[in-house]
Protein backbone atom coordinates (compact mmCIF):
# COMPACT_ATOMS: atom_id res chain seq x y z
CA UNK A 1 0.00 0.00 0.00
CA UNK A 2 1.38 3.27 -1.22
CA UNK A 3 2.13 5.70 2.01
CA UNK A 4 1.57 9.26 3.06
CA UNK A 5 4.72 10.89 2.63
CA UNK A 6 4.60 14.42 2.87
CA UNK A 7 7.26 17.28 1.73
CA UNK A 8 7.04 20.78 3.80
CA UNK A 9 9.51 23.30 2.14
CA UNK A 10 9.76 26.22 3.77
CA UNK A 11 10.39 29.74 2.60
CA UNK A 12 12.32 28.65 -0.14
CA UNK A 13 12.44 32.05 -1.66
CA UNK A 14 14.98 34.42 -3.73
CA UNK A 15 15.32 36.51 -1.05
CA UNK A 16 16.52 33.67 1.21
CA UNK A 17 19.82 32.37 -0.77
CA UNK A 18 22.76 33.33 -1.61
CA UNK A 19 22.11 33.17 -5.81
CA UNK A 20 25.24 32.85 -7.93
CA UNK A 21 24.75 35.76 -10.63
CA UNK A 22 23.14 33.55 -13.24
CA UNK A 23 20.33 33.24 -10.45
CA UNK A 24 19.87 36.50 -10.47
CA UNK A 25 17.90 38.88 -13.17
CA UNK A 26 19.12 41.82 -14.56
CA UNK A 27 17.57 45.20 -13.21
CA UNK A 28 18.00 48.56 -13.97
CA UNK A 29 21.30 49.88 -15.08
CA UNK A 30 21.94 51.70 -11.77
CA UNK A 31 20.98 49.26 -9.72
CA UNK A 32 23.06 46.05 -11.57
CA UNK A 33 21.41 42.93 -10.74
CA UNK A 34 18.38 42.27 -8.24
CA UNK A 35 20.45 40.52 -5.17
CA UNK A 36 18.70 38.79 -2.07
CA UNK A 37 17.86 41.13 0.68
CA UNK A 38 18.65 38.44 3.48
CA UNK A 39 21.07 35.24 2.01
CA UNK A 40 21.46 32.62 4.19
CA UNK A 41 24.92 30.94 3.61
CA UNK A 42 24.58 27.31 2.27
CA UNK A 43 20.58 28.51 0.90
CA UNK A 44 21.60 28.26 -3.27
CA UNK A 45 22.76 24.23 -2.24
CA UNK A 46 19.82 23.44 -0.39
CA UNK A 47 17.63 24.53 -2.52
CA UNK A 48 19.24 22.38 -5.59
CA UNK A 49 19.12 19.39 -2.82
CA UNK A 50 14.75 20.14 -2.10
CA UNK A 51 14.73 20.16 -6.32
CA UNK A 52 16.79 17.25 -7.05
CA UNK A 53 15.03 15.20 -4.35
CA UNK A 54 11.46 16.28 -5.86
CA UNK A 55 12.50 15.21 -9.25
CA UNK A 56 13.99 11.87 -8.40
CA UNK A 57 11.59 10.65 -5.71
CA UNK A 58 8.65 12.58 -7.28
CA UNK A 59 6.37 9.51 -7.64
CA UNK A 60 6.97 8.70 -4.12
CA UNK A 61 5.88 12.38 -2.34
CA UNK A 62 2.60 12.06 -1.81
CA UNK A 63 1.79 16.02 -0.57
CA UNK A 64 3.95 18.83 -1.26
CA UNK A 65 3.66 21.79 1.16
CA UNK A 66 5.10 25.20 0.54
CA UNK A 67 4.98 28.08 3.11
CA UNK A 68 5.81 31.58 1.02
CA UNK A 69 7.19 34.31 3.48
CA UNK A 70 4.93 37.64 2.16
CA UNK A 71 5.75 40.86 3.61
CA UNK A 72 4.73 45.03 3.38
CA UNK A 73 7.47 46.87 3.22
CA UNK A 74 6.10 48.45 6.31
CA UNK A 75 6.60 46.02 8.86
CA UNK A 76 6.54 46.09 12.31
CA UNK A 77 10.50 44.03 11.36
CA UNK A 78 11.70 45.90 8.61
CA UNK A 79 13.32 49.55 9.33
CA UNK A 80 11.08 52.02 7.74
CA UNK A 81 8.83 51.03 10.83
CA UNK A 82 10.97 52.84 13.39
CA UNK A 83 13.04 55.57 14.48
CA UNK A 84 16.14 55.86 17.17
CA UNK A 85 16.73 58.78 19.48
CA UNK A 86 17.56 61.03 16.65
CA UNK A 87 14.11 60.67 14.66
CA UNK A 88 16.55 58.56 12.20
CA UNK A 89 15.62 55.39 10.51
CA UNK A 90 17.12 52.31 12.15
CA UNK A 91 19.43 50.10 10.68
CA UNK A 92 18.89 46.49 9.75
CA UNK A 93 19.28 43.68 12.07
CA UNK A 94 18.84 46.35 15.10
CA UNK A 95 17.10 44.75 17.95
CA UNK A 96 14.67 46.24 19.76
CA UNK A 97 12.88 45.88 23.23
CA UNK A 98 10.30 46.67 25.31
CA UNK A 99 12.31 48.49 27.84
CA UNK A 100 14.28 50.03 24.56
CA UNK A 101 10.85 51.96 23.50
CA UNK A 102 10.03 52.82 26.84
CA UNK A 103 13.18 54.72 27.50
CA UNK A 104 12.57 56.37 24.08
CA UNK A 105 15.81 54.81 22.40
CA UNK A 106 13.37 53.12 19.90
CA UNK A 107 10.11 54.37 18.60
CA UNK A 108 7.64 53.86 15.76
CA UNK A 109 7.44 56.55 13.05
CA UNK A 110 3.97 56.58 13.82
CA UNK A 111 3.43 58.11 17.65
CA UNK A 112 0.03 56.75 17.59
CA UNK A 113 1.09 53.09 17.04
CA UNK A 114 3.17 53.72 20.78
CA UNK A 115 0.73 51.69 22.68
CA UNK A 116 -0.09 48.84 20.41
CA UNK A 117 3.62 48.24 19.50
CA UNK A 118 4.57 48.05 23.37
CA UNK A 119 2.17 45.47 24.43
CA UNK A 120 3.07 43.48 21.00
CA UNK A 121 7.08 43.62 22.67
CA UNK A 122 5.90 43.20 25.83
CA UNK A 123 3.66 39.88 24.89
CA UNK A 124 6.67 38.55 22.58
CA UNK A 125 9.43 38.84 25.41
CA UNK A 126 7.02 36.99 28.02
CA UNK A 127 6.55 34.26 25.72
CA UNK A 128 10.30 33.66 25.69
CA UNK A 129 10.91 32.68 21.91
CA UNK A 130 12.70 36.31 20.37
CA UNK A 131 12.95 39.48 21.24
CA UNK A 132 11.93 42.07 17.97
CA UNK A 133 14.88 41.89 14.91
CA UNK A 134 14.76 44.10 12.49
CA UNK A 135 15.38 42.60 9.31
CA UNK A 136 16.45 44.30 5.95
CA UNK A 137 12.87 44.85 4.02
CA UNK A 138 12.88 40.97 2.35
CA UNK A 139 9.69 38.94 0.86
CA UNK A 140 7.96 41.89 -0.55
CA UNK A 141 4.50 41.31 -1.67
CA UNK A 142 4.97 41.98 -5.62
CA UNK A 143 8.83 41.55 -5.55
CA UNK A 144 11.54 38.98 -7.13
CA UNK A 145 13.06 38.38 -3.63
CA UNK A 146 9.25 36.30 -2.99
CA UNK A 147 9.56 34.24 -5.62
CA UNK A 148 10.72 30.60 -5.08
CA UNK A 149 13.98 29.77 -6.11
CA UNK A 150 13.70 28.83 -9.59
CA UNK A 151 15.00 25.05 -9.24
CA UNK A 152 12.67 24.32 -6.70
CA UNK A 153 9.95 25.86 -8.80
CA UNK A 154 10.60 23.90 -11.72
CA UNK A 155 10.56 21.04 -9.88
CA UNK A 156 7.12 21.39 -8.12
CA UNK A 157 5.89 22.38 -11.56
CA UNK A 158 7.50 18.77 -12.62
CA UNK A 159 5.83 17.15 -9.77
CA UNK A 160 2.38 18.73 -10.45
CA UNK A 161 2.21 18.28 -14.27
CA UNK A 162 2.87 14.37 -13.61
CA UNK A 163 -0.46 14.73 -11.84
CA UNK A 164 0.89 13.56 -8.38
CA UNK A 165 -0.94 17.06 -6.83
CA UNK A 166 -1.64 20.09 -6.49
CA UNK A 167 0.87 22.06 -4.30
CA UNK A 168 -0.16 23.34 -1.24
CA UNK A 169 1.24 26.52 -1.00
CA UNK A 170 1.07 28.47 2.86
CA UNK A 171 1.35 32.49 2.70
CA UNK A 172 2.64 33.87 5.78
CA UNK A 173 3.50 37.15 7.09
CA UNK A 174 0.74 39.34 5.51
CA UNK A 175 0.23 41.25 8.96
CA UNK A 176 2.54 44.19 9.48
CA UNK A 177 1.98 44.14 13.28
CA UNK A 178 3.48 40.65 14.00
CA UNK A 179 6.26 38.74 13.26
CA UNK A 180 5.71 35.29 11.56
CA UNK A 181 8.25 33.46 11.78
CA UNK A 182 6.53 30.22 11.73
CA UNK A 183 4.03 28.34 9.28
CA UNK A 184 2.17 27.19 12.12
CA UNK A 185 1.21 30.90 13.75
CA UNK A 186 2.42 34.07 13.95
CA UNK A 187 4.41 35.03 17.41
CA UNK A 188 2.13 37.30 18.58
CA UNK A 189 -1.40 36.64 17.22
CA UNK A 190 -3.63 39.23 16.00
CA UNK A 191 -7.55 38.41 17.36
CA UNK A 192 -8.72 40.16 14.36
CA UNK A 193 -6.58 38.41 11.69
CA UNK A 194 -7.28 34.34 11.42
CA UNK A 195 -4.11 34.70 9.11
CA UNK A 196 -1.83 34.98 12.19
CA UNK A 197 -3.41 32.46 14.58
CA UNK A 198 -3.02 28.20 14.43
CA UNK A 199 -3.30 27.16 10.95
CA UNK A 200 -5.09 23.80 12.07
CA UNK A 201 -5.86 23.12 8.04
CA UNK A 202 -1.87 22.82 7.74
CA UNK A 203 -1.43 20.92 11.32
CA UNK A 204 -4.12 18.50 9.87
CA UNK A 205 -2.30 18.11 6.40
CA UNK A 206 0.64 17.00 8.36
CA UNK A 207 -0.59 15.00 10.83
CA UNK A 208 -2.31 12.93 8.20
CA UNK A 209 0.79 11.77 6.80
CA UNK A 210 2.77 8.93 7.53
CA UNK A 211 6.21 11.06 7.05
CA UNK A 212 6.94 14.99 6.77
CA UNK A 213 10.34 15.65 5.45
CA UNK A 214 11.21 19.09 6.44
CA UNK A 215 13.04 21.33 4.85
CA UNK A 216 14.09 25.08 3.82
CA UNK A 217 15.15 28.51 5.07
CA UNK A 218 15.98 29.30 7.69
CA UNK A 219 17.28 26.49 10.01
CA UNK A 220 17.93 29.24 12.58
CA UNK A 221 14.51 31.12 12.24
CA UNK A 222 11.50 30.02 10.21
CA UNK A 223 12.34 26.32 9.96
CA UNK A 224 12.88 26.26 13.43
CA UNK A 225 9.83 28.32 14.47
CA UNK A 226 7.52 26.14 12.59
CA UNK A 227 8.44 22.84 13.49
CA UNK A 228 8.57 24.05 17.29
CA UNK A 229 5.22 24.94 16.96
CA UNK A 230 4.28 21.51 15.04
CA UNK A 231 5.70 19.26 17.71
CA UNK A 232 3.38 21.81 20.05
CA UNK A 233 0.35 20.87 18.07
CA UNK A 234 0.52 17.04 16.96
CA UNK A 235 0.32 13.77 18.84
CA UNK A 236 3.34 13.58 21.12
CA UNK A 237 3.67 9.48 20.22
CA UNK A 238 4.29 10.50 16.28
CA UNK A 239 7.28 13.05 16.83
CA UNK A 240 9.19 10.46 14.87
CA UNK A 241 7.01 10.72 11.31
CA UNK A 242 8.78 14.15 11.21
CA UNK A 243 12.48 14.22 9.99
CA UNK A 244 14.51 16.95 9.13
CA UNK A 245 16.52 17.21 6.00
CA UNK A 246 19.84 18.75 7.49
CA UNK A 247 21.20 19.15 3.77
CA UNK A 248 18.18 21.02 2.66
CA UNK A 249 18.24 24.49 5.31
CA UNK A 250 20.74 26.23 6.71
CA UNK A 251 21.28 29.07 9.55
CA UNK A 252 20.92 32.67 9.07
CA UNK A 253 24.77 33.97 9.37
CA UNK A 254 25.61 34.46 13.71
CA UNK A 255 22.68 31.96 14.60
CA UNK A 256 24.52 28.84 13.89
CA UNK A 257 24.59 27.71 17.75
CA UNK A 258 21.06 28.57 17.95
CA UNK A 259 20.33 26.03 14.49
CA UNK A 260 22.39 23.24 16.30
CA UNK A 261 20.56 23.56 19.51
CA UNK A 262 17.54 23.54 17.93
CA UNK A 263 18.43 20.20 16.20
CA UNK A 264 19.44 18.80 19.19
CA UNK A 265 16.35 19.45 20.96
CA UNK A 266 14.00 18.34 17.83
CA UNK A 267 16.41 14.75 18.26
CA UNK A 268 15.67 14.33 22.35
CA UNK A 269 12.06 14.90 21.38
CA UNK A 270 12.04 11.81 18.91
CA UNK A 271 11.81 13.66 15.50
CA UNK A 272 14.57 12.46 13.03
CA UNK A 273 17.47 13.84 11.76
CA UNK A 274 18.72 12.69 8.23
CA UNK A 275 20.21 14.00 4.85
CA UNK A 276 18.08 13.82 1.44
CA UNK A 277 20.34 11.12 -0.02
CA UNK A 278 19.13 9.07 3.05
CA UNK A 279 15.69 9.05 2.82
CA UNK A 280 15.12 9.36 -1.39
CA UNK A 281 15.33 5.55 -0.97
CA UNK A 282 12.10 5.75 0.96
CA UNK A 283 10.58 7.92 -1.92
CA UNK A 284 11.22 5.40 -5.01
CA UNK A 285 10.29 2.45 -2.49
CA UNK A 286 6.82 4.00 -2.28
CA UNK A 287 6.94 5.54 -6.17
CA UNK A 288 6.47 1.43 -6.84
CA UNK A 289 3.69 0.82 -4.62
Not at 236 to 246: A, E, N, P, Y
Amino acid sequence: MKRNLHLLVIDPQNDFCDLPEGYRPADAPASGRNAPALPVPGAHADMLNVAELVNRGRAGLSGISVTIDSHHRLDIAHPGFWTDGAKQEVHPFTQITAADVRAGRYLPRDPAALPRVLNYLETLEAAGRYSLMVWPVHCEIGSWGRQVHADVQAALNHWENGGHGKVDRVIKGTNPWTEHYSAIQAEVPDDDDEATQLNGALIEVLSSADRVFITGEAGSHCVKATTEHLVANVDQRHLSKLVLLTDCMSAVTGYDAQFLAFIEDMKARGVQVAKAAEILPELLANAKS
